[in-house]
């Protein structure tokens, strides 16, 4: 609980799981004074208001950010463009924009020609979550212990940063500042190289002629099933990603074939040694993850889940 707001007035653009999580961390911890809610959907944003999670709700989002002192943009980022052309006009001088986006090179280059020059863009992206999505999907505790990266640019005022930093430690994240592109080479090896090779194998599976997808579901193994979680992610948000961080994403994809390459010479031609060299190499990666304190055997990585 902090002992006065960061933020008096706080706009939330969209209100999945992450947005949800930050209305009820930021509410239960009096992080913000109050807070605004703007979604395109009725029916969503009629949930948002059942669950109680702002103070005011809006269709329109021109009025969601008048006024509002911080507007986090929780909407996939093909959309900030258009965002951030409708929210421009409306923005109060010395707010800060923000958001949540997997992607950040992109993200700055939808939302800075837009944004007036009295207002300030600090991007961010909390690396926490859960296969779930809408309002219902939040909880207070997600961003507990997870990174949170800030990519704001070199001539991003301090204290801006300096106010994200605070906001998003009071939510319970870890802090890390870093170059935009950087952050997109960062996240397309642990992130949305994996996604994408979730979405493959799994489609792959659902595709085979020679075994019946009941047979698939039925004997799955925890390798398929891991899989099967990761590929359960909004395909909106996922399709996005892709599609905005598509240089670094087939960078990295080539250099993930070609070491697959090897490893299918390796048991094509029964090479024991190599293979035991990157196997022996992959799980000390996957000790240091667990050392980090980035894992656990807990579903959802142990962090509370709301009551039902």
């Known amino acids: 609980m902090t002992s006065s707001p960061i933020f008096e007035r706080l706009c939330l653009i969209g209100i999945g799981l992450i947005g949800s999580s930050i209305a009820l961390r930021a509410r239960r911890d009096g992080l913000v004074g109050s807070i605004a809610i703007s ?16 103070d005011e709700y809006h269709l329109d989002v021109a009025e969601a950010v008048a006024g509002a002192d911080c507007v986090i943009i929780c909407t996939p980022v093909g959309t900030y463009s258009a965002v951030a052309e409708a ?27 837009h944004l007036p020059a009295n207002v300030h863009l600090v991007p961010g992206h909390p690396i926490a979550g859960t296969e779930q999505s809408g309002p219902d999907a939040g909880f207070p505790t997600l961003f507990d212990d997870r990174w949170c990266l800030l990519t704001p640019l070199a001539t991003a005022d301090p204290q801006a940063v300096e106010q994200m930093t605070l906001f998003w430690k009071g939510l319970g994240s870890m802090i890390e500042v870093m170059d935009a592109e950087h952050h997109d080479r960062v996240l397309a090896v642990t992130s949305h190289i994996p996604h994408l090779i979730a979405y493959n194998i799994v489609g792959t599976a659902s595709d085979l002629e020679e075994v019946a997808q009941s047979e698939v579901i039925k004997f799955s193994a925890s390798g398929f099933r891991d899989f099967t979680r990761i590929a359960a992610s909004d395909p909106v948000m996922w399709r996005d990603v892709f599609l905005h961080n598509r240089g670094a994403v087939l960078e990295m994809l080539g250099r993930f074939s070609e070491d697959l390459a090897a490893l299918q010479k390796a048991v094509r031609w029964g090479d024991g040694d190599l293979l035991f060299e990157h196997f022996t190499k992959t799980r000390n990666i996957r000790r240091g993850i667990i050392e980090a304190g980035q894992e656990t055997d807990l579903p959802n990585f142990g962090r509370d889940q709301p009551e039902e």
Do not use: C, F, M, N
């Open 87 to 113: 929210i421009s006009p409306h923005l109060k001088p010395g707010a800060i924009v923000s958001d949540v986006g997997s992607v950040k090179k992109s993200v700055i280059d939808q939302l800075l020609p």
């Open 39 to 54: 979604t395109r959907s009725t029916e969503t944003l009629d949930r948002a208001r059942a669950l109680d999670l702002g």
